[in-house]
């Protein structure tokens, strides 16, 4: 269980490392996107103070209309002039609102860029948890090694003494079962001996008792012969 816990956290760690460096690269992104619209900026106020001094230069080397110019040259000049002025209006709204769209753009990127810091110092405390759940399970792990040796060592000592215990019994066991054995076949030629004496008994009995017979049987026939 603590290995494969191990291995998980391992993973998560390294999907969490993983989204960290895209988050890395989103910022790297977001500091070059940044350049490039600050760069076009200063453009665009370059622009802007180009055409201004244009402009001012434009009114200030156009003729004036004066007693001598005829009124239709006058209102043409003029008109001339506005037009152009309503042109270089109509460029400056133009640069105006390119201007306010990437002020907008960059406002975006820099929020995009705190929510992205955001998300790597979420990710950055992530990963130390996880890192410090890692080493509590590394050090759990190390317990229970240890805690599974001296267990090892003990059942070792344990099965050791167990064993010669058992040993021992075994050659008492086999030393009574030898002592049974030579008790039984001891039993076995008493009761033979006993068996055979006991017919020898049977057969000195009925050779007494015949015995006893014979001589019965001569008395009686002496007894009979014999003179009253």
């Given at each position: 269980?603590?290995?494969?816990?191990?291995?998980?956290?391992?993973?998560?760690?390294?999907?969490?490392?993983?989204?960290?460096?895209?988050?890395?690269?989103?910022?790297?992104?977001?500091?070059?996107?940044?350049?490039?619209?600050?760069?076009?900026?200063?453009?665009?106020?370059?622009?802007?103070?180009?055409?201004?001094?244009?402009?001012?230069?434009?009114?200030?080397?156009?003729?004036?209309?004066?007693?001598?110019?005829?009124?239709?040259?006058?209102?043409?000049?003029?008109?001339n002039l506005l037009h152009e002025r309503e042109v270089l209006v109509e460029d400056l709204r133009q640069e105006k609102a390119r201007y306010e769209e990437l002020e907008k753009e960059l406002k975006r990127e820099h929020t995009?860029?705190?929510?992205?810091?955001?998300?790597?110092?979420?990710?950055?405390?992530?990963?130390?948890?996880?890192?410090?759940?890692?080493?509590?399970?590394?050090?759990q792990n190390r317990h229970l090694l240890s805690e599974q040796e001296l267990l090892a060592s003990k059942l070792e000592e344990v099965s050791t003494t167990r064993l010669s215990g058992l040993r021992s019994q075994v050659k008492?066991?086999?030393?009574?079962?030898?002592?049974?054995?030579?008790?039984?076949?001891?039993?076995?030629?008493?009761?033979?001996?006993?068996?055979?004496?006991?017919?020898?008994?049977?057969?000195?009995?009925?050779?007494?008792?015949?015995?006893?017979?014979?001589?019965?049987?001569?008395?009686?026939?002496?007894?009979?012969?014999?003179?009253?």
């Amino acid at each position: 269980m603590g290995v494969e816990a191990l291995n998980n956290g391992v993973a998560e760690v390294a999907s969490e490392a993983e989204s960290a460096e895209k988050v890395r690269t989103a910022l790297v992104a977001l500091e070059s996107a940044k350049d490039t619209y600050a760069l076009e900026l200063s453009e665009l106020k370059a622009l802007n103070d180009a055409i201004a001094e244009k402009l001012e230069h434009r009114v200030k080397d156009e003729p004036l209309c004066t007693s001598e110019m005829e009124p239709a040259q006058c209102f043409t000049l003029l008109e001339n002039l506005l037009h152009e002025r309503e042109v270089l209006v109509e460029d400056l709204r133009q640069e105006k609102a390119r201007y306010e769209e990437l002020e907008k753009e960059l406002k975006r990127e820099h929020t995009e860029k705190l929510e992205a810091q955001m998300c790597l110092s979420v990710l950055n405390d992530t990963i130390k948890k996880a890192l410090q759940g890692e080493k509590f399970l590394v050090e759990q792990n190390r317990h229970l090694l240890s805690e599974q040796e001296l267990l090892a060592s003990k059942l070792e000592e344990v099965s050791t003494t167990r064993l010669s215990g058992l040993r021992s019994q075994v050659k008492g066991l086999e030393s009574a079962c030898s002592s049974v054995r030579q008790e039984e076949v001891a039993l076995v030629l008493y009761n033979k001996v006993c068996a055979r004496g006991l017919c020898v008994f049977v057969e000195l009995v009925f050779f007494c008792h015949a015995m006893i017979c014979v001589i019965l049987r001569t008395l009686k026939e002496n007894y009979a012969f014999a003179p009253t």
